[in-house]
């Protein structure tokens, strides 16, 4: 079998100008995607469940292999209990960001399904499992280390902005570590396309801003602020805050002091990334003021990084001391295969699935 050709190497200039066009043309794709009413679709029945890889609030993510091709996939279920509880809606929602939306920081949707029980997302499959495990529940990663990740990070959300998506949900455990060492961005069940503002409280306590809980309206800030509690749970394993103290209910993060740990030096740059990220007012929050995502871009933490180069992923990235491999549970989810059919409150997005 002929070895494949090697990549060609760009230029700079290439590199920024691929990478300017993929954000310039990004709104357009969403748009014709988002507008089509046919996408792949497959059926469960071709596939040999091997395991359970986790369990959310709103369905489970099994590991599966194609029967034919033996390709592994990573499929996200949602019952149709489930469906008739959170809404169907959120899980066609899903789907069709995701086949709108084409970016190597996000993990493609190759096929959508259903059957009689249950609603099918059939993703790829990335074997490294989570930032969390790597960075969180691991020994304590280097603050250039956290910043290339954090990099990558902004690129996504970048895009889904330039798309007019919102995502939602950024914590550390939505953001996948690939064979490459580049990450990608999964779970869209909050990922919402927005127009204007919009005041649906959604997202973990955790990782939302005030002006969510306060129902005040939000755009891209809400997901700025979670990018800024995500680069301090990297660096410090631990969150700002901890919403789980009396004096935390949300609408109280105002008169939560940002506490850095002493026993954990890192730049002067990176606390005023942080705090400007956790800024509450969110008309001063670094990435919703006029310039946009340029703003964190040319924040000084990211000084002398490529963002151009991270693009087309011409940057190394370091190696963890881990397992190689994503813990896989050997018995799926019981309820997975006892759901019930599904009632008539979610008949017809189950018919459009």
């Known amino acids: 079998m002929p070895r494949p050709p090697p990549p060609v190497k760009l230029s700079m200039?290439?590199?920024?100008?691929?990478y300017k066009d993929h954000l310039k043309t990004a709104r357009a794709e969403a748009d014709e995607k988002?507008?089509?009413?046919?996408?792949?679709?497959?059926?469960?029945?071709?596939?040999?469940?091997?395991?359970?890889?986790?369990?959310?609030?709103?369905?489970?993510?099994?590991?599966?292999?194609h029967r034919q091709?033996?390709?592994?996939f990573a499929v996200k279920v949602l019952s149709s209990r489930m469906a008739e509880i959170c809404g169907a809606e959120r899980a066609l929602l899903e789907k069709r960001v995701l086949f709108a939306t084409h970016s190597d920081f996000i993990v493609p949707l190759f096929f959508s399904g259903h059957d009689r029980t249950n609603l099918y997302l059939f993703m790829e499959f990335v074997p490294r499992g989570t930032l969390k495990r790597c960075f969180c529940e691991n020994s304590r990663q280097p603050e250039a280390t956290v910043k290339l990740y954090a990099a990558q990070i902004v690129l996504a959300l970048e895009y889904l902005h330039a798309c007019r998506i919102l995502y939602r949900d950024l914590k550390p455990d939505n953001v996948l570590l690939a064979d490459d060492n580049y990450i990608k961005l999964c779970d869209f069940g909050l990922a919402k396309r927005i127009q204007r503002c919009t005041y649906t409280v959604v997202g973990h306590r955790s990782h939302i801003p005030p002006e969510v809980t306060r129902?005040?309206?939000?755009?891209?800030?809400?997901?700025?602020?979670?990018?800024?509690?995500?680069?301090y749970e990297l660096l410090f394993q631990k969150l700002p805050y901890s919403y789980t103290d009396p004096a935390y209910r949300g609408v109280n993060v105002p008169v939560i002091p940002i506490v850095f740990p002493p026993e954990a030096p890192v730049s002067v740059e990176v606390h005023d990334l942080i705090l400007s990220l956790l800024e509450k007012d969110p008309t001063r929050r670094?990435?919703?003021?006029?310039?946009?995502?340029?703003?964190?871009?040319?924040?000084?933490?990211?000084?002398?990084?490529?963002?151009?180069?991270?693009?087309?992923?011409?940057?190394?990235?370091?190696?963890?001391?881990?397992?190689?491999?994503?813990?896989?549970?050997?018995?799926?989810?019981?309820t997975f295969f006892h759901a019930g059919e599904v009632g008539p409150a979610a008949a017809d997005i189950f018919e459009d699935f």
């Open 13 to 18: 200039k290439q590199m920024v100008r691929g």
């Open 286 to 334: 670094l990435g919703t003021l006029e310039r946009g995502t340029e703003d964190v871009k040319e924040h000084p933490w990211f000084a002398g990084l490529s963002f151009p180069k991270l693009f087309h992923k011409s940057i190394p990235m370091p190696n963890f001391d881990y397992p190689e491999t994503v813990p896989i549970k050997k018995i799926v989810y019981r």
């Open 215 to 231: 129902r005040l309206g939000y755009r891209e800030g809400t997901d700025w602020w979670a990018f800024g509690v995500t680069v």
């Open 34 to 65: 988002l507008a089509s009413t046919r996408w792949p679709k497959e059926n469960i029945g071709n596939f040999e469940i091997l395991g359970t890889l986790g369990e959310g609030s709103f369905g489970t993510v099994i590991l599966a292999m």
């Open 69 to 72: 091709s033996r390709k592994l």
